[in-house]
Every structure is written in structure tokens, then in C-alpha cells.
């Protein structure tokens, strides 16, 4: 989830005085309980304020049994009645997410888990992957009391990026649209990008800094077709990546974002001190940053639909 409340919080005035004004009267009111779409599922939700916004209601609303950090203004497109009908809907997309994770995955119908896109990076998701991470090395047999840190590495995603991610999942899974490859700049590309920059910016870029993006680059290529697309996405795949050819090479910063939302998961294999996973931790975060900076340019505005067109626009950084 994406916090946009606080970035976002205009007030009814700024509705030009010349906007033809809806109804006296939103959808929903300040205190009901409703269902909130966010990224590919549905959860419970409460209004807690609503006010017109360019001739349509919009309504501040909180994810019930989660951070305040995700609280939102939303449109009434993002929002159903609290009925049972609906609530079966939710369970029902729920139960489809899962399942299509386990089918791709080939874990058991008991391992629950994200979408490979779910961009809840929050405290509640940290504690549910550590769980999985520890079942995980405990049936591969990895032995305990090594010394390393039984915990995931916290990825604070910038909330102008969180968007970027809840825009990629509905342009690919609401709206029939696809990034088109090869992107520019290319993963690769990126991150040669980022190591010209740190060297600049420091004089001289550390070594560690080469060795993390060099586990970047292959944590994304081993990754991109296992866990970071989406069913829309695979026979564009299997079209673009042929002899062999890397996925850094082809893809760009859509995908490679995604990275960052299954990266917690996926150092759960990898033994690491405490005082390298702050260090770690830190680099990546400061990597984040780099990505936002260039939000503009890396990123595309707007994906195509089945007549491919070049599609290469900016958004504006924060």
C-alpha cells in the first residue's frame, strides 16, 4: 500500500469555485465500514473523511489492522458496501491470489503468501515473511545458532514509488497493458547508472557497493520469471528472453522495482549479520532513493495495449 494522505491532503476549498459540484451527498459517509480495493486484493476498510475533489467525492480512508502509514484518499472506483455479497467477492479474490501464487510456485495450498507485487511492505508483512523464511530453512535443513539474523531485511519503499507499484499492477492486471520491451534504460543499465553516480557523488564508489548491485542484477534475473511477473506478462516473456539472453538486458525499472518487494523474502536464504544488514539495508534504501530521483526518467507514464506504441513519458518526482 501506498500513503498518500499526507502528500495529498487538499481540502474541498481547492475545488475550483467553476467546477460543476456532484451531489450533496457522497457514496459512502465519515465513519462506515467499507471494502477498499488496494493492488490486487480487497480489504476492510473505514471512511474517515470525504470531500469533493475536482467535482468528485473522495474519501480518506484506513485499512482496518493496518499501520495509519497506509491510510489513503481514495475515489469511490477503490471502494464496495460492506455487504455480505461483497465480502464474499473479497474472500473469493482472496482464495484466487493464493492459488495462483501456489500453482506458480508449486507450494502447497497452505503456504500463504503476497502476490509477487503486493506492495504491503509494512510491519505486519515483515512478521508474516520471517515466519515463512524460518519454515523455509528449517525444511531445507539449514541449521540455527549460526550467529545470523533470523529476520528480514526492512525495505522502506518512498511512497512516490509505492504508486509507481499500484499503477504497474493495474495498468498490467485492470487495464490489459504491458510494458514495452526492450525498456530504456534497461536494468543493466540502471544500475550502471547508480554506480557512475555514487563514484561521482564520493569519489570513489566502494566495492561493496559494486558486489550489491552485481546481487541485484542477479537476484532480478533469476527472479523476473519465478516470482516478478504477472500471468499477463509471461507469453511477452518467453517472446522477448531467447539464446540465453538476461532479463537485466531487456527489462527495465517496472520490473526491477518489483524486485524490491520480494527481496525481504528472498535474503531469508542468505546468512546475514546484524551489522551487515543494517549496512545492507541502508545501501538499498539509498539505491530506492536514486530510483525516485530519476522517477521521471526511468519510469514509463503509461503502458500499451495491444497495439504497441512507444509510450515514454515523466512523472513528476517528488
Known amino acids: 500500500m501506498g500513503n498518500s494522505s499526507k502528500d495529498d491532503s487538499a481540502t474541498s476549498a481547492d475545488a475550483s469555485a467553476g467546477d460543476v459540484q456532484p451531489s450533496n451527498s457522497g457514496v459512502y459517509s465519515e465513519g462506515e465500514k467499507v471494502l477498499a480495493y ?19 467525492w473522495k474519501y480518506f480512508v484506513h485499512y482496518l489492522g493496518w499501520s495509519k502509514n497506509w491510510d489513503e484518499w481514495v475515489g469511490e472506483d477503490r471502494l464496495m458496501k460492506f455487504t455480505e455479497e461483497n465480502v464474499a467477492k473479497q474472500m473469493a479474490l482472496d482464495k484466487k491470489q493464493n492459488v495462483d501464487k501456489n500453482v506458480k510456485s508449486g507450494r502447497s495450498t497452505q503456504a500463504k503468501g503476497k502476490t509477487s507485487t503486493d506492495v504491503k511492505v509494512d510491519k505486519e508483512d515483515v512478521k508474516n515473511n520471517v515466519s515463512k523464511g524460518k519454515k ?21 519503499i518512498p511512497a512516490t514509488l509505492k ?32 554506480l557512475e553516480y555514487k563514484s561521482k557523488k564520493d569519489g570513489m564508489a566502494p566495492d561493496s557497493i559494486g558486489e550489491i548491485l552485481k546481487g ?6 533469476k527472479a523476473l520469471p519465478m516470482m516478478l511477473l504477472y500471468k499477463k506478462e509471461r507469453k511477452q516473456y518467453n517472446d522477448a528472453i531467447v539464446d540465453n539472453v538476461s532479463p537485466s538486458t531487456i527489462y527495465g525499472a ?10 525481504p523474502e528472498l535474503l531469508t536464504y542468505v546468512t546475514i549479520e546484524e551489522e551487515t544488514l543494517n549496512r545492507l539495508q541502508q545501501k538499498l534504501l539509498d539505491f ?3 530510483l525516485q530521483k530519476n522517477q521521471s526518467t526511468f519510469f514509463l507514464s503509461a503502458y500499451e495495449g495491444t497495439k504497441v506504441s512507444e509510450g515514454k513519458g515523466k512523472v513528476n518526482d517528488e
Open 38 to 56: 488496494h493492488g490486487p486484493r480487497i480489504y476492510e476498510a473505514k471512511v474517515q473523511k470525504t470531500e469533493i475533489r475536482k467535482s468528485e
Open 136 to 156: 523455509r530453512k528449517q525444511d531445507a535443513g539449514v541449521e540455527k545458532g549460526s550467529g545470523s539474523v533470523e529476520k528480514l531485511v526492512k525495505i522502506q
Open 288 to 290: 530506492l532513493k536514486f
Open 163 to 194: 504508486k509507481q507499484l499500484v499503477d504497474d499492477w493495474d495498468s498490467v492486471t485492470q487495464q490489459d497493458k504491458l510494458v514495452k520491451l526492450p525498456r530504456s534504460p534497461t536494468v543493466d543499465e540502471i544500475l550502471t547508472k547508480y
Open 254 to 263: 517496472e520490473h526491477l522495482l518489483r524486485l524490491f518487494v520480494k527481496l
Open 216 to 221: 541485484i542484477r542477479c537476484y532480478f534475473d
